[in-house]
């Protein structure tokens, strides 16, 4: 699936004392795209290690940097996958993938010994629910945002799949079970949006995914699943 690259800035010449547009070039809309992208994830990676501890209210700049890209950018429900008319097709494709990972999770869980940790406390309802938000907001972010400007940037969906798994991954650093997973995780999910754009069962499949994840490893190795500073000054109970 190709992306809809929909930059809407053009170039204006003066001619004859009229203005003419001229569309802009394509290189430019890819290299405006790229360094958006860029831009966005190494502010969300500054969030983590420094604002979201020195300034509370940085994290307005998310919704308003979101919210100002996409009507820049004319993008859609259809576009960014917020949409129910292709829920059946997607979720079908997206299952090929989680089916294999909660199996294998399962797995890790028994072999590291995951069938003594208490499991209760991850299936309050009102945990799941957070969590689930939780993930949601992370695929808006990851896939309806990050994901459609590398597509604009790279026209390709292996390489966009690719560069947005790296970024997920590296702002999970420097955590040691959620990094590779991460990487994994956000190169499939990215793939899957390119090709069936809807983020709903990417949003439920990742937040199942991160429960097991939770539960298969100890707390000692994924620290409460923290990452940036809170990775280190995270204490087991």
């Avoid at 209210?57 to 996958?81: C, E, N, Q, Y």
């Avoid at 059946?88 to 869980?109: D, E, Q, Y």
């Avoid at 992370?138 to 590398?150: A, D, F, K």
Wanted: charged share 10%.
């Amino acid at each position: 699936m190709r992306a809809r690259c929909s930059f809407s800035t053009s170039a204006i010449r003066t001619k004859n004392a009229g203005l003419i547009s001229y569309p802009m070039e394509s290189s430019t809309l890819r290299f405006l795209n790229f360094f958006e992208a860029l831009a966005f994830s190494a502010f969300v990676g500054w969030y983590i290690w420094q604002l979201q501890a020195s300034y509370f209210f940085a994290w307005l700049v998310f919704p308003v940097w979101m919210i100002a890209s996409l009507v820049v950018h004319r993008d859609t429900p259809k576009t960014i996958g917020w949409r129910a008319d292709n829920l059946w097709s997607a979720t079908k494709r997206s299952v090929v993938f989680f089916a294999p990972c909660i199996a294998g999770l399962c797995l890790a869980g028994i072999l590291l010994g995951a069938l003594h940790r208490p499991l209760h406390h991850l299936f309050v309802p009102k945990h799941i629910l957070r969590y689930i938000a939780f993930c949601l907001l992370q695929q808006v972010g990851l896939n309806s945002y990050l994901t459609n400007r590398l597509l604009g940037a790279t026209d390709s969906a292996v390489r966009a799949s690719l560069l947005a798994g790296t970024i997920f991954a590296a702002l999970h650093w420097p955590n040691p079970v959620l990094v590779p997973l991460t990487f994994v995780g956000g190169v499939a999910m990215a793939w899957l949006f390119a090709r069936e754009r809807n983020i709903i069962p990417l949003a439920i499949g990742q937040g199942v995914l991160g429960t097991l994840v939770w539960w298969a490893f100890p707390v000692a190795w994924h620290h409460a699943m923290r990452v940036g500073p809170g990775f280190y000054t995270f204490h087991p109970p």
